[in-house]
Structure formats: structure tokens, C-alpha cells
């Protein structure tokens, strides 16, 4: 599988966890709709990326899981889990936790445009780190936690899912 259709299937895949483990303190029928929303671009990013043949490359191939990769993945670990201990301990604002979590896969975007080389990733770091800024600041002005997931998980996961299904169904469009 190439690493475009394995990325939109990663990105579609967090996407759709950041929807459904963060909508627990929206109302029960809207948290319903997000997730059954969320759960169908998924299955639209796996039924576009298995409808796409792989194609042969005509100039160099861009992405890859090589060593740069895996230096940007290891960086992202240590700063969600190095900043979730900081706001679960000595900040004590548990709420901030997911949008710290978006704020760095963010800012992990930014790393990735610039390895692999992928100026639309940029799109995607712009905006997962500003839901990320803004999902801080209303944690840390006490925001109510509803306000938090939708800004700091809600969205960011709709993002994913959307930069998954528009990477998965580029391909078909090509054809």
C-alpha cells in the first residue's frame, strides 16, 4: 500500500478518534450525529483508498515512513506526553489535555510538510494548531468543557477526517 493511502488511513483513523472520545460533554444527540458523521467519512477514506490503484510514480516519490519520519513521530510523543503531565500536574488544568494534544499533532504537521516535502500539510498544521491555541486558551480561562472538545478535539478530528478523504479520493478524481 502506498504511504499516501496508508496516511489518509492514519489521519482518517485519528480523526475518528478525536470525534468519538471527545464529544462525551456535548448533548447525547448532537454527540450522536458527530460520531455517526465521523464514522462515515472513515468508511468513506477506506472505500476511496481501496477503490484507488496504485499508481506509478513519475517523478521522485514524496511521504514515506523513512528516518525523518520517525524522528518527527518520536518529538510529537515526547511533547504530548511531556505537556499532558504539565497540565495534568503542577498546571492542574485537565481539560487543556486535548487540545495540548492538538496543538502538537499540529505543530507535528508543520515537520512533516517540511520532510516530505508536502506544502499542503501546511493547510492542515495551520489549522489542527490554531484549534489546538484556541482549545488551550479556554481551558486556561476556565471555559466550559464542552466549549474545550469541540475546539480542541471536535474540529481538529474533522480535519483529519477531512484531509483523509480529500487525500484518498484525490487519486479517483485523477483518473
Known amino acids: 500500500m502506498s504511504p499516501e493511502k496508508i496516511g489518509s488511513i492514519i489521519g482518517g483513523a485519528f480523526g475518528l478518534v478525536f470525534v468519538l472520545v471527545n464529544t462525551g460533554s456535548l448533548p447525547g444527540a448532537v454527540a450522536m450525529a458527530l460520531g455517526l ?41 515526547v511533547a504530548i506526553f511531556g505537556g499532558l503531565r504539565l497540565i495534568s500536574g503542577p498546571l492542574n488544568v485537565p481539560d487543556a489535555a486535548v487540545a ?19 506544502s499542503f500539510f501546511r493547510v492542515l498544521a495551520i489549522g489542527l494548531t490554531v484549534c489546538g491555541v484556541a482549545g488551550l486558551a479556554a481551558a486556561f480561562a476556565g471555559g466550559p468543557v464542552a466549549l474545550i472538545d469541540v475546539i480542541g ?5 474533522a480535519l483529519l477526517l477531512g484531509f483523509a478523504l480529500w487525500g484518498s479520493t484525490r487519486a479517483l478524481q485523477a483518473r
Open 100 to 118: 495540548w494534544i492538538a496543538f502538537v499533532v499540529g505543530v507535528h504537521f508543520f515537520a512533516l510538510a517540511a520532510v516530505w516535502k508536502l
Open 37 to 77: 458523521l465521523a464514522v462515515l467519512a472513515f468508511v468513506a477514506v477506506v472505500v476511496a483508498v481501496w477503490r484507488v490503484p496504485r499508481a506509478r510514480p513519475s517523478g521522485p516519490v514524496r511521504g514515506g515512513f523513512g528516518k525523518g519520519y520517525w524522528i518527527v513521530v518520536a518529538i510529537e510523543v
Open 153 to 157: 478535539a471536535v474540529i481538529p478530528g
